[in-house]
């Protein structure tokens, strides 16, 4: 299996950005879908966005308008851009496979916090 190496996480304000990074250890072209999960305190993890090797992504609707997920087969990243953060966006963000098949191995996430 590949493994996911995220990135990019950090303390911000509300109503600030960040940019996570899923990096993998090989590639992701025959990995039809892709996505972003996150976990809260407390919370199951969830999944927040997709992207599927053509492109099309979709959105929970606590994040829908306000993140944006790509992905670089070339150079075997998935990327999420966050703006406009909520305190509720406060969470371990990690990727991996959101299609039909059973999830890879998790990585170790990256904690994004977002707090005045």
């Known amino acids: 299996q590949v493994q996911f190496v995220e990135s990019g996480g950090g303390l911000v304000q509300p109503g600030g950005s960040l940019r996570l990074s899923c990096a993998a250890s090989g590639s992701i072209f025959s990995i039809y879908v892709m996505g972003w999960y996150r976990q809260a305190p407390g919370k199951q993890r969830e999944l927040v966005a997709r992207?599927?090797?053509?492109?099309?992504?979709n959105y929970a609707d606590s994040v829908k308008g306000r993140f944006t997920i790509s992905r670089d087969n070339a150079n075997n990243t998935v990327y999420l851009q966050m703006n406009s953060l909520k305190p509720e966006d406060t969470a371990v963000y990690y990727c991996n496979t959101a299609g039909v098949s059973t999830r890879y191995y998790w990585g170790q996430g990256t904690q994004v916090t977002v707090s005045p």
């Open positions: 992207i599927t090797n053509s492109g099309t992504t």
